[in-house]
């Protein structure tokens, strides 16, 4: 019996792979997919993402602020009550954005818009997908952050030129989170399910010493909120964002070091469950 | 670029060998063999829960076997996934459009997928919304276009690489007849162009159409193989007479009807008799003294044989 085959190239192209069937090196495609799909239908979605934490800033800086007036910052100095949340506000906005972009928008794709599906029937492997997808959410983190550096410095917030670092942090920042939220949503299966992120992020935003600092909880509260990831992004903003550093920031640009490495194993294993049944 | 294949004994696109596929202690595919020449409309046909659909995602390198060999093109989709799958077309059950992007844009970003340059894209593009009858709506929205534009798009999309083995999962089901027989007719000119059609479809009349050789499936088995013309004469007699004695009586007739023609089958809504001559079984019928409401004869169909070999009770 004869049969019609390809090239030989074909079969040695799959051997050179490294994840073999899950990836095609074509990231680039998903990417400009993405760029596309935005230009024609999803930019009101970014708009408003830009503006919520600025509305924050806003609200809490300004109008709170002229109550608490100025505070102790990191390294000591005091600075005005706006200038010590903003860079929260900035990690704030990394991480939704960043989940967001992994996990509903990811939920969606997966399961009703069966997106992926159909990608996944071409040359793309899951891992192409995923990347571009990851690299599609730090490309909107990395415009929200220059968005909000910019407010930040009109608002008269930026007093050192280190703080033009905080925009690739708040980029790492995105990074953590979304490698790992995508990990994540391959296991949700409903809509209530996915409910329980936001169980997760609100409390984290609210009480990862985003409004006032670590030291007015116990001890034990303290160990508990420095271990979640959200704590590592204020307080590494916050640092920045004075030009104040410390052992502590190595510490913080190390912890997401590790969940990004961790998030991306979770994701490319769950990949592999998933999509080569 | 093919292998150096003596001329004579057909090329095989695929051949399955022993396919099997299990989910936990189900086998949705219980070791089929197949092999199907280039150029060749091959369909698969099967109630609902059959195996069709699970088989067609292996041949599409998207679900991994559990045990047996296929080849497609001489490659193995488990290892050459994203190879095997460059060299085909895939038209799944339900369109997955990409709904963000306008009616033009699906077909680009699609072919970037396999790594097509634009140059070839944008000018290939054009050419397959001329095929698909789709020019004037290139700048439309997807929501914006009925069923059957949306299917004709998914064809023209998964046209996009040049496949040499389009995979079609009920091509025409929800279409209207208007638009089943437009899709029919480029499904056509695509098998003239000397591309291999592998099809699953509900539709007996679709498959007959269609299909050069097909396989009946039900519950992951082969239950029998051929072209819609030697299936009939296989499975089935050349005509069939069906009577009509009224829901109370359907069932006391049959056993008065025995002897007439080749089978006999009792449905509660009518009775069938299986004849090489329908019109003599019909005599039969009145000389033996039987008075129908109505009768009808007619040629068999794939349907009969399709109904013979999987049975007549629900499957859900």
Known sequence: ?????????????????????????????????????????????????????????????????????????????????????????????????????????VFFKMNFSKLYQGMLYTSLGPLDVAMGEIFLALLRGLMYATGFTAVMGLMGLLTTPWAILMIPAAVLIAFGFASFGMGITSFMKTFQQMDWINFVMLPMFLFSA????????????????????????????????????SPATAIHVGYYLVMIALGMLLTTGRLRKLFLK | MSSPAETGPPQYVITAENLTKRYGDVAAVDGISFSVPAGEAFGLLGPNGAGKSTTMKMIGAVSQRTSGSLSIMGLDPDLNGPEVRAHLGVVPQQDNLDEELKVRDNLLVYGRYFGLPMSYLRPKADELLEFAQLTDKAKSKVDALSGGMKRRLTIARSLINEPRILLLDEPTTGLDPQARHILWDRLFRLKEQGVTLILTTHYMDEAEQLCDRLIVVDKGRIMAEGSPASLIREYSTREVLELRFGSERNASIGAELEGIGERVETLPDRVLIYAHDGEAALEEVS????????????????????????GRSLVD
């Not at chain 1, 409004?211 to 920045?240: E, K, N, T």
């Open chain 1, 1 to 105: 019996m004869s049969a019609v085959t390809t090239s030989h190239s074909d079969a040695d192209a799959a051997r050179n792979r490294k994840f073999g069937p899950l990836y095609s090196r074509n990231v680039r495609a998903v990417v400009a997919r993405g760029l596309m799909a935005t230009k024609s239908s999803n930019w009101m979605v970014m708009l408003s993402g830009f503006f919520e934490p600025v509305l924050y800033l806003i609200a809490m800086g300004v109008g709170l602020g002229a109550i608490v007036g100025t505070v102790q910052g990191p390294g000591g100095g005091e600075i005005s009550y706006a200038a010590y949340i903003a860079p929260a506000l900035l990690a704030v906005s990394a991480m939704n954005g960043a989940v967001y972009d992994s996990t509903w928008n």
């Open chain 2, 287 to 310: 000389v033996r003294g039987l008075r129908p409401v109505t009768s009808l004869v007619r040629r068999s169909s794939l349907e009969d044989v399709f109904l013979r070999l999987t």
């Open chain 1, 210 to 245: 985003t409004f006032y600092p670590l030291s007015v909880y116990p001890q034990y509260i303290q160990w508990f909120i420095q271990a979640m990831p959200l704590w590592h992004g204020v307080d590494l903003l916050r640092q920045i964002s004075v030009g104040a550093f």
